[in-house]
């Protein structure tokens, strides 16, 4: 059996916009489940997501929750979302969408080492970095 490593990206009541949002921007096949649906009858957080799972056409897997009673949230800069590849055009279209309505802390554009990479915080607070590499001479 193989295993895979995935990002488990956690909100404040918002994970059914975020989750929808990155379907928007990746495609695939998204699952929500609310706390209702796991039992959970507390009418504040009843139609919050207990558990979302966006699978994209590309093999990718994002999972996400909002945050469960008595949790607190804490934002930081210890996380990032890397998105990197050769296809230029893909990595484009995602940070466009990723970056619109964010933070840009480094715009996408030709780095030192020779790729482009940009970084982002989007408008749901989640931060992430893209690298479009560039082929060798």
Known sequence: MTSQLNP??????????????????FGGDLSLTTFREF???DPT??????????RTAAG???MASDMPPGMELRRGNANTI???????EELRRWWDQLSSGGVVSVPLE???????FGQCEDRFGTPWMV???QASS
């Open 8 to 25: 488990y990206l956690n909100f404040a009541g918002n994970a059914r916009a975020a989750m929808e949002f990155y379907q928007q921007v």
């Open 131 to 133: 690298n479009i590499s």
């Open 82 to 88: 890397s998105l990197s590849g050769d296809d230029a």
């Open 110 to 116: 030709k780095q030192m080492w020779g790729d482009e």
């Open 45 to 54: 957080v009843a139609d919050q997501i207990m558990h979302g799972m966006l």
């Open 39 to 41: 039992g959970m009858a």
């Open 60 to 62: 990718h897997l994002l």
